[in-house]
Nanobody, 125 residues
Framework: QVQLVESGGGLVQAGGSLRLSCAAA????????MGWFRQAPGKEREFVAG????????NYADSVKGRFTISRDNAKNTVYLQMSSLKAEDTAVYYC??????????????????WGQGTQVTVSS
């Protein structure tokens, strides 16, 4: 089992920045990749970014490319999502996810095995 705990959400003005953190505990060595998803009210959960634990290759949704950066600290078992140039449409609950054997390229929620509890990000316009 892998436990994921997100932090760093909050309220920010449009154009501002936030950094989310996701601390992983448990059998973290069994995770091939980590990712971030988000879910806005009335919408389905959508992929934001993914990263391989080994090597750090990353993948982004088109809507966040150039604005968000995913990174990881293997020693701390922590993944980060640096969000810049935030827009009102980025408002959502952000979830951290881990996959045992899937890929950081996987954008479907069913490909990911473990989930955090989510952290709210609100961008005011």
């Amino acid at each position: 089992q892998v436990q994921l705990v997100e932090s760093g959400g909050g309220l920010v003005q449009a154009g501002g920045s936030l950094r989310l953190s996701c601390a992983a505990a448990g059998r973290t060595f069994s995770s091939a990749a980590m990712g971030w998803f988000r879910q806005a009210p009335g919408k389905e959960r959508e992929f934001v970014a993914g990263i391989r634990w080994i090597g750090g290759a990353a993948n982004y949704a088109d809507s966040v490319k150039g604005r968000f950066t995913i990174s990881r600290d293997n020693a701390k078992n922590t993944v980060y999502l640096q969000m810049s140039s935030l827009k009102a449409e980025d408002t959502a609950v952000y979830y951290c996810a881990a996959t045992r054997s899937g890929s950081y390229l996987s954008t479907g929620v069913t490909r990911w095995d473990y989930w955090g509890q989510g952290t709210q990000v609100t961008v005011s316009s």
